[in-house]
């Protein structure tokens, strides 16, 4: 089996049947295994699939459905297709989004040609009536990718990628149960371990996002995790690969964390990005390659500067983001 493809769902009723057509009329369908992994999921997501599924009866395709007895979570859901893939690489899609019909393709041939163990690609946010194109960095070296991803000039999503499924499975490294938010930081530790990687330069993945996303609130609980998931991966270097030196990143990726406290418009978010790793603000503007307008308005906030924050706000989250990506 080359590739094993993961699709947790849970709520995706109206979303299942795009994505499950987007994954089986790949190009690349030979020696593929599809893993839905249903999370106690309340509506008729699994009914949806069902109906998909049958089809494409006619080619023969390998597709697995598990189901969880009760709801545990998107990391949990991961967890168990983890578990039961057989595929030489795997790849993560949710079951609300979509990839383009030569994403596994594309994929497959940059680790085979490459000789690499992970691969990443550009992607799409997609909108309602409309999208807005994310293209990733190019980099050399598993290490450099790292450092990427802990200053945020590359996305740590788990779902633009393809990895060598050793590397999950010698390294013991699953998804944090039971702690949703911040669990893609995981790709940091996979990537850790890669000792080649390669980039493809098109957008092959729609991650489907709803505008209203963009200033939803967090509960504690969630916040609690993304805080868990954050020191997760710090803990993790500092144990596995503190002679490379990634301490110089940490402030980059606490900064990171941080960042979504800033585009709520709410005071007490503002307060809360204060509260969180202060001792970050001092290298807001060492970081490399993180966009301009990010730095300022993040040094806006070290210097109180409220009022910018809140022009911030009007202006690009809830105009730019809100109309214009509608």
Known sequence: MKISVIIPMYGVENYIARCARSLFEQTFTSDVEFLFIDDASKDRSSEVLATVIDEYAEKNLDVKIFRHEKNQGLPSARNTGLKHARGEFVMHVDGDDFLEKDALELLYNALVDNNADVAWCDYYIAFETNKRLLVQPRFDTPEDA???????????????????????????????????MGEDLTMIMVFLHAKGCAYVNKPLYNYVQNPNQMTAVYNEEKLEALR??????????????????????????????????????????????HEWFPESNAYIWQTKGVNTRIKFIEWCAAKHLLPIIWLHYIVVIRFYYGIVYR
């Open 146 to 180: 790292v450092r990427g991803m802990l200053r945020g000039t590359m996305k740590y999503n788990v779902w633009n990628k393809l990895c060598r499924r050793s590397l999950y499975v010698e390294n013991d490294i699953t998804f944090p149960d039971g702690k949703s």
């Open 228 to 273: 868990y998931n954050c020191n997760r991966v710090s803990q993790y270097i500092d144990q596995h690969f503190d002679h490379i030196g990634y301490r110089a990143e940490y402030s980059a990726l606490k900064q990171l964390m941080k960042w979504p406290f800033l585009l709520d418009g709410k005071y007490s978010s503002y307060q809360r990005w």
